[in-house]
């Protein structure tokens, strides 16, 4: 395809404390952070105000605008979504509250399940019947109008209408959802439409969250698309879940599928500063030493305030999964597949009965936050942690106006010494070794992250670079490396915003999926029927999500879950059967027969479970997801040939207190070369560099960080 990408785009990303913009004009790249606002849409316009005037254009000159937003995780992590009203099969009325079973935690006999999104006043039933052969009972209309009076007196904002079967067959569930619209003025969402795949409790709850956040969703993006009018700025296109943007419109009548925005976006941007030289518009380049743009391998590691986010990028692109859990809440749509623990810079440092020290999962939050912001936050965290080690410096600004509090830090920890039992060792205070043990206790945790979505999934971390960011990635991502073998890590430019950035590197994406259970063959040599009804469905779904796409030419990729016979689980595999000029007629007329997807079934299968079996393979549920590619931003760093702005004592876990070399993060130009122990502050992230690692900058910014000896300190760069 022609690339006729925007020479000025704006991507701006909602967080829980900080609302960060992005902008490349021409190459430059200028980001703003601040305050994340109640209602949201206010910070956003203000973040795009003050990106602009920085880089002194107006915002009717932006190109593109591309936009991640915590409006539907938040409406689900606090309940406060619509007043939802859901209709399903007589029968059926409590499958929602049933679920699995499965119990939050396996011994404790007090454990509770999260109340569902749809309290049982407002569920209703409807008599008629679907199998999965065909519908057996027919709607009434009748029926359906006294349902619609029942539910206006329910005092519902939004409906869900899921009806057993209705993957498969969906005739009455479309009659029951279209009386409802012409009888109620609230939206109403089928499961048919928002999720034809089987599995009847999977399919109510994410209809029903659908329908709880729409209301929210669509009147939030309201105000959006209508305060980027009065800027001048372009209808906005929004994160989904699974990584890519979609049209304004199309968005408000999937609203489920924005719960992930803001972290698909990150790993999106950790997919293309993985990238190398697509970033910095160069081939290998010896001044620079710009990468050559090959497809990387990479494990993403966002570290926040209260949490960290570990994804992996295969093939220059983000792992997706089919579902997700938020708040207790399944959601069976399409995502990037995110590994979330509960250790941040503002986890809680602490002893357990046993004496032992751990961290996490509780935070300090921002209010009143670790011990060093001065808030009155007294429990030591792994930011004090970070403080007491010498990593963040004693006249680091935290943030606006909040000044670093060093003395609260060393009290905190102090205390964390006494109740563990921890005494000064090494030359160090105990102070300054209970900071030791609590950064050594949160590695260990998001270490445990990252081989949950390599090591255990038949994957080796050491053939993976490890891409940071986040306000306190870069500084345990050398050492988490160092713990894990692996040989690289990339610390972005703008690392602290790298959501924001990657929005303006996000494709256009659609996904459809259909639930057909064909049996993919037994080894007798039969299958030509199979492969018939296999091409027929991905021509369906294809067509499908060709309809949503802006390009036409769009590329259609396919994809099975497919099954043992027998097994109540599924592997998600390629179902592409061929390569072709157009998109469209490659995964419309050659996918993957069905000999050739069994086999991709079982070499998966092997991988993730150590072992096949000689027997037959069933494909369960087909998917096709159009892509309209979008060249990832052109932009290149200028900075001095002298950063160095001195040096500290910095204590790291395995090699003691040394002096360290500090340097101005931002100053540094494409080019420098570092070597280990130092530490790079920047206005919005630090990196340490531990001993034995070197590290140098590439053209867009972005340290490169390897495990290097004799690296002889800064060797300038002329910013180009």
């Known amino acids: 395809m022609a690339d ?111 109340a569902p999104l749809v309290p049982r006043r407002r569920r209703f039933e409807v008599d008629e019947r679907a199998t999965t052969d065909g519908v057996e009972r027919a709607i009434d209309p009748d029926e359906v109008r006294d349902l619609a009076a029942e539910i206006a007196e329910s005092d519902a904002e939004s409906v869900a209408v899921c009806l ?15 009386g409802l619209r012409e009888a109620l003025d609230v939206p109403v969402s089928a499961s048919h439409d928002v999720l034809a795949e089987f599995r009847e409790f999977e399919r109510t709850a994410t209809t029903a969250a659908d329908a709880y956040l729409t209301p929210e969703l669509d009147d939030y993006l309201g105000r959006i698309v209508a305060g980027a009018a009065d800027l001048g700025l372009p209808e906005p296109r929004v994160m989904r879940s699974n990584g890519g943007v979609a049209d304004a419109e199309t968005v408000r009548q999937s609203a489920v599928t924005t719960v992930l925005s803001g972290p698909a976006a990150g790993v999106v941007g ?94 300090a939050g921002a209010e009143p936050g670790p011990a060093c912001y001065g808030r009155g936050g007294t429990e030591p965290t792994v930011t004090d942690a970070d403080v007491r080690l010498g990593y963040i ?73 490890l891409v940071a960011f986040g306000g306190a990635g870069p500084m345990h991502a050398a050492a988490l490396a160092d713990r894990l073998g692996m040989e690289r890590v990339l610390v972005p430019g703008p690392a602290g915003v790298l959501s924001a950035y990657g929005l303006l590197a996000a494709d256009e994406t659609h996904d459809a999926a259909r639930t057909v259970r064909v049996t993919l063959g037994d080894g007798t040599g039969e299958g030509d029927e199979t492969g018939e009804e296999l091409t027929a469905a991905f021509a369906e779904l294809t067509d499908r999500v060709l309809a949503d796409v802006s390009d036409p030419e769009a590329a259609v990729e396919l994809a099975a879950d497919c099954r043992y016979v027998g097994q109540s689980f599924e592997l998600t595999v390629d179902a592409g059967g061929g390569e072709s000029e157009s998109g469209r007629s490659a995964a419309a007329a050659a996918p993957a027969d069905p000999a050739t997807l069994a086999e991709r079934f079982a070499a998966a299968h092997e991988r993730a479970y150590g072992y096949r079996l000689d027997a037959a393979v069933e494909a369960v549920t087909l998917r096709a997801t159009a892509t309209v590619a979008v060249e990832a931003p052109t932009v290149s760093r200028s900075g001095a040939v002298d950063a160095k ?32 122990p130092a530490v790079l502050e920047g206005a919005e992230s630090t990196t340490v560099v531990p001993p034995a690692w070197g590290g140098r900058v590439r053209r867009d910014g972005t340290v490169v960080l390897e495990r290097e000896e004799g690296a002889a300190g800064p060797t300038g760069g002329d910013g180009r």
């Not at 206010?42 to 920085?54: F, K, Q, S, T, Y």
């Not at 001195?646 to 395995?654: H, K, L, Q, S």
């Open 164 to 178: 057993l079967h209705a993957y498969a067959h969906p005739e009455n569930e479309a009659a029951v959802a279209e």
């Open 645 to 676: 702005r001195g040096a500290r004592r910095v204590v790291f876990p395995d090699a003691g207190a040394v002096e360290a070399a500090v340097y101005d993060r931002d100053a540094l130009g494409a080019g420098a070369t570092l070597d280990g």
């Open 4 to 114: 006729d990408s925007p020479t000025v785009r704006l991507g701006v990303d909602v967080g829980g404390t900080f609302t960060d913009a992005a902008l490349v004009v021409d190459g430059d790249l200028t980001t703003a952070k601040v305050p994340t606002t109640t209602p949201q849409h206010a910070g956003v316009l203000d973040g795009i105000r003050e990106a602009c005037d920085a880089a002194g254009i107006a915002p009717a000159d932006v190109d593109a605008f591309a936009h991640a937003t915590t409006v539907s995780v938040n409406a689900l992590l606090e309940r406060d979504g619509a007043r939802t009203a859901l209709v399903t099969t007589a029968g059926f009325r409590d499958a929602l509250e049933i679920g699995r079973q499965t119990r939050p935690a396996l011994y404790d006999l007090d454990a509770e399940k999260p």
């Open 270 to 363: 950790a997919a293309a500063v993985a990238g190398g030289a697509t970033l910095a518009g160069a081939a290998e380049d010896d001044e620079t030493g710009d990468e050559t743009g090959e497809p990387t391998a990479a494990v993403t590691f966002d570290m926040g305030g209260t949490s960290s986010d570990v994804s992996l990028v295969r093939d220059g692109r983000a792992e997706r999964a089919a579902d997700t859990t938020i708040a207790g809440v399944p959601l069976r749509t399409p995502t990037v597949d995110v590994e979330t623990v509960g250790a941040g810079g503002g986890s809680i440092a602490w002893t357990d009965a046993g004496g032992a020290l751990r961290v996490g999962p509780e935070s």
């Open 393 to 465: 410096g004693p006249d680091a600004a935290l943030g606006g106006d909040l000044s670093l509090d060093a003395d609260a830090a060393r009290d905190a920890l102090d205390r964390l010494a006494d109740e563990a039992g921890i005494e000064g060792d090494d030359g160090l205070d105990a102070a300054t070794a209970a900071a030791r043990g609590a950064y050594r206790v949160a590695n260990a945790t998001m270490a445990r992250a990252i081989r949950s979505v390599t090591v255990e999934r038949g994957r080796d971390p050491r053939a993976f670079d």
